[in-house]
């Protein structure tokens, strides 16, 4: 019998609103996962991919109208919506249990209870929340085992220490998107997903913990929640230093995260550690500094676009124990996605489940594709060849630099350097990226996204930027902060920089910074490189190109200083006044 009575009366209380007709509780063991997968693969909810070539690894298939995040579906459940902020969708409290409840009601007759214990972060640590989700996937008990510390030791320290757990209920039931619901209650520490059965929504440690519960609590304990890869950074003496970088969704954030060192820098041994690709918990540790740990154990990556040359480390990565969601099943039980490696297949079955050819289009005359572009592989970050050996250090990592960045053809710079640590709130404040074609919307439009937080923020966001400006005043000293831009474009539209590996050379300048090795140009936005200070060498790269990446064009930015004005509308009297003084600042130094 289980010796936490809270989560003993949770649990009726669950079961009875769902009437599952039973319920098994999970202990994260590998005879767990293999019995799991067996189930899965008589009913189909799994495939068995070709455990020759591709051993342990599985394939899965969401429904067609559930193949993403549903923001518009989201709602942080607060008393007061002032609380939810303008960025949010709110609902009162009563409110959300009362139509997710409706849904939630005998959603599991003829169906398994999974009981999920999981920890994000190491198990005890001080940086850790412990959870319990309760699902009626065996996808997501799948999912869960890999994205976190799940089971039987997490379930012991939750006996032994009868600590609060978040409370996480999540069925499929008819997966009808018009009765799917994300919901999130800050002050009953309470996570509801009903109606979904794709990753985003339904493993509730990754973005509805990690980030929206996460960022409340943070702001609540004094400490931060954040969307950021965090990655160690190796020189040849064998110091390592940490950074942490945010960068909205299609910027190369996991690619970042675990790059290989270009071949024009490999003389100087420098070696890359991946601590994490996606989330950042970050503290005030004794020493005064700023110390990260990932809180989870697994990345939930998108496949299309990831290939060998765009990432290496991770296709070795996902080469073994990996599930495969919404990708091309080919005819050998192996996968492929656009953009991967490999020549093309002739056929397959695509995400759909349905037979696939390259060539095939839809009624619009467009081009149907294998894999949906928001595929996903799910792996554990353990079988990364560069994983940082503190994965599970209790204290993280210390934190050097913090790095914003977005895809701005004309406006950005490669690389500048905020001018102090409020300055650099507002720099993360008033990170923008500019549309693709991949997304909805016009092509080109400015997108704002505060610290690639926008759509995972669990509170006001004009409190969130509070909450920043006082964590510097505590910290001695603060990490310095940057901005990049991988994507900066000439007058014929051609990328200037080369990307992916080279980075490195950008961070090299950005830890050069840190520790007060070399000079900066003061500019009105911030420092940024001499032209020389960052290392070419063997980058066959026009040497104009440099000048026109870190080239800042007075007239461009007066008007990126207005729209950044009426975007500071959004937030009312909560904007705090230092990011209206910064602002008026900016405005001052550009003339």
Not at 252 to 265: D, I, R, V, W
């Amino acid at each position: 019998m289980i010796k936490h009575k809270e989560l003993q009366r949770w649990i009726k209380e669950c079961a009875e609103l769902c009437k599952p007709d039973r319920i098994v509780w999970c202990d994260g063991s590998e005879v767990e996962k293999i019995r799991l997968e067996k189930e899965s693969f008589k009913t189909g909810e799994l495939i068995e991919l070709n455990q020759k070539k591709l051993p342990g690894c599985v394939y899965h298939r969401t429904s067609a109208n559930d193949v993403a995040r549903t923001e518009h579906l989201t709602y942080i459940c607060t008393p007061n919506k002032r609380n939810a902020g303008p960025t949010n969708n709110w609902l009162p409290p009563q409110e959300g249990y009362r139509r997710a409840g409706e849904i939630f009601k005998n959603s599991m007759r003829g169906r398994t209870m999974y009981v999920i214990p999981f920890s994000m972060g190491p198990v005890g640590s001080p940086f850790s929340k412990v959870g319990v989700e309760l699902s009626d996937s065996i996808y997501v008990v799948l999912n869960m085992k890999i994205m976190t510390r799940m089971g039987k030791p997490v379930l012991d320290y939750l006996e032994k220490t009868q600590a609060t757990f978040t409370k996480c209920l999540h069925s499929k039931a008819d997966l009808d998107v018009n009765r799917r619901l994300i919901l999130h209650f800050p002050e009953d520490n309470a996570i509801w997903s009903v109606g979904s059965g794709y990753g985003g929504n339904v493993l509730l440690g990754k973005k509805c913990l990690s980030l929206r519960i996460g960022s409340y609590l943070g702001e609540k304990e004094g400490w931060l929640a954040e969307h950021m890869l965090i990655m160690g950074i190796e020189d040849p003496s064998g110091r390592v230093s940490y950074i942490a970088a945010a960068f909205p969704s299609a910027c190369g954030k996991t690619n970042l995260a675990m790059l290989l060192p270009p071949e024009g820098l490999k003389r100087k041994g420098y070696r890359i550690w991946t601590v994490g690709d996606d989330i950042a918990w970050m503290r005030i540790d004794t020493d005064g500094k700023l110390w990260a740990v990932n809180p989870e154990y697994g990345l939930f990556g998108v496949a299309p676009g990831t290939n060998s040359k765009t990432n290496p480390n991770l296709m070795t990565a996902i080469s073994k124990n990996t599930i495969y969601t919404n990708v091309l099943l080919k005819k050998d039980k192996t996968v492929w996605w656009e953009g991967g490696d490999g020549t093309i297949p002739k056929d397959g079955v695509n995400w759909q489940g349905k037979a696939w050819k390259p060539g095939q289009l839809d009624d619009n005359r467009e081009p149907i594709l294998a894999a949906h572009p928001n595929s996903r592989f799910t792996v554990p970050i353990t079988q990364v060849p560069s994983v940082t050996n503190r994965i599970d250090h209790h204290h993280g990592v210390p934190i050097s630099a913090i790095i914003f960045g977005g895809r701005r053809a004309r406006l950005a710079p490669l690389v500048y350097e905020s001018f102090n640590w409020q300055h650099g709130v507002f720099v993360g404040a008033t990170m923008a990226s500019e549309r693709t074609a991949a997304q909805v919307g016009k092509q080109g439009e400015v997108r704002r996204d505060p610290m690639a937080m926008l759509p995972f923020c669990g509170y006001n966001m004009g409190d969130y930027f509070k909450h920043w400006l006082a964590m510097g005043k505590t910290m001695t000293p603060p990490p310095k902060i940057f901005n990049v831009n991988w994507f900066r474009r000439d007058d014929d539209g051609n990328f200037l920089w080369p990307g992916f590996g080279e980075n490195l050379r950008v961070l090299e300048w950005i830890i050069s910074r840190c520790k007060n090795e070399i000079e900066g140009v003061e500019t009105p936005i911030g420092y940024l490189p001499h032209e020389n200070d960052i290392d070419l060498t063997g980058l066959r790269m026009p040497r104009e190109n440099m000048k026109k990446l870190l080239t800042i064009n007075n007239k461009d930015w007066k008007q990126e200083a207005a729209s950044i004005s009426e975007f500071f509308k959004t937030f009312g009297n909560d904007l705090p006044k230092e990011m209206s003084h910064e602002l008026k600042a900016l405005e001052k130094r550009l003339g």
